[in-house]
């Protein structure tokens, strides 16, 4: 009796699978939003709203960064003013909203030089004022007075126009009085010839004719020399002036505050200050705030590097925009803080993840739309602070640069 012997039927291959993708962030909602306007007012006025749309108590902490050399004449109550970084000044509320209420805060500043406009982010931040919950900034303009209306001058008051009517003059000049010379000069010649020419004024005729008398001979006259040479210099003078004329229009129509770039970047690097909003090729940055620590301080964080000797954190909180209608992603060693003398750093990747609890903020692209508000850390060494932080979306991105106070 045969047994029957059967064969394991070999296993079918795995279903073909699609590589994972990174889905892209969104920032979580958070519970206090924090809006800022400015007054219509000869000094600059600050309104700010901040709500809490939680369902629950909040203690929280407001900063408004002032601009630097500017002092407060009043704010609302529960604030108190306290130096900064530098020469700047802040305004800090510790205040305590209840569920789905909205509180209004305010602050006024003392009058400043004519047409100066003053930037004044404001953020939100957590009880122990760590971590920030939203920022807002806004900028205050002075009331434009009714000025007079400019009108262009007349074209025979331009400097340019004159040079050169004054030039077509003198040349016009030298022309005529060169003809009516050569004119007068031929006149003379002519009155000469015929009173030498003898004719029959004694009234005998003559066998033979009188032999003519021989022509004189007419140089080719010319323009002295110091008529060629006073045209040439009224000549070069309004050329001059012209020239210089339309350099000085040119270099004024120049916009100062961008930056030039070449073929490899993408788009026109921009700079400004802090709390004013700067795009770039995918990103919208604002940074509402810098602070640093003592030297010294910069402990070791998780996963990091060593600590500087002499090393110290500088937290920026940034608001993040992705103003394409793509998901972008963002990259932590093209985020710079540069140093005087030149000199930068990246960001410290593993206490920017500890000061965001956690999360990587660089792990996922950002949605299209989007906005985020985190905070950046950078570990630099020394006692001065950044004076810029260079921020960008993309390598071949121009980017942007802010100015610290």
């Known amino acids: 009796m045969a047994a029957r012997v059967t064969e394991p039927t070999p296993p079918s291959a795995p279903p073909a699978m699609a590589p994972p993708t990174r889905a892209p962030a969104s920032a979580p909602p958070q519970p206090v939003t924090v809006a800022v306007a400015t007054e219509s007012s000869p000094a600059p006025r600050y309104r700010i709203q901040v709500r809490n749309v939680s369902g629950s108590t909040l203690d929280t902490t407001v900063r408004q960064e002032l601009p630097p050399g500017s002092t407060t004449t009043a704010i609302s109550g529960g604030g108190r003013s306290t130096p900064a970084n530098g020469s700047a000044t802040e305004v800090t509320w510790r205040l305590r909203l209840p569920a789905h209420s909205t509180t209004t805060l305010g602050t006024a500043l003392a009058a400043t030089a004519p047409g100066q406009p003053l930037t004044a982010p404001t953020c939100a931040f957590t009880s122990d004022g760590s971590r920030p919950y939203d920022c807002a900034t806004a900028t205050w303009q002075a009331a434009a007075a009714p000025a007079a209306e400019v009108t262009e001058a007349p074209a025979w008051r331009r400097y340019p126009v004159l040079l050169a009517g004054l030039a077509v003059l003198l040349l016009v000049s030298a022309a005529v009085f060169w003809v009516w010379r050569r004119r007068r000069r031929g006149r003379r010649v002519t009155a000469a010839a015929l009173a030498t020419g003898g004719g029959a004024g004694d009234g005998r005729g003559t066998i033979y004719p009188r032999p003519a008398a021989p022509s004189p001979v007419r140089r080719r006259r010319t323009p002295p020399v110091w008529m060629l040479v006073g045209a040439a210099v009224v000549v070069l003078a309004g050329v001059v002036g012209t020239a210089g004329w339309t350099a000085t229009r040119q270099v004024a129509a120049i916009d100062t505050q961008k930056q030039p770039t070449s073929g490899a970047w993408m788009g026109t690097g921009v700079t400004g200050s802090l709390g004013v909003p700067l795009r ?32 110290r954190r500088c937290e920026a909180t940034v608001g993040v925009r992705n103003v394409t209608a793509d998901h972008q992603l963002w990259h932590s060693e093209l985020q710079r803080a540069y140093l005087p003398g030149g000199r930068w750093v990246s960001t410290d990747e593993s206490a920017t993840r500890m000061a965001n609890l956690g999360r990587d903020v660089f792990a996922n692209p950002m949605a299209a739309g989007t906005r985020m508000v985190l905070p950046l850390v950078f570990t630099v060494d020394g006692r001065d602070p950044p004076e810029q932080l260079e921020l960008r979306s993309g390598v071949f991105s121009a980017g942007v640069r802010v100015h610290m106070p």
């Open 280 to 311: 770039e090729s995918a990103f919208e940055f604002t940074v509402y705030r810098m602070t640093c620590g003592a030297p010294g301080t910069a402990g070791k964080a998780d996963g990091g590097p060593p600590a500087l000797v002499n090393g």
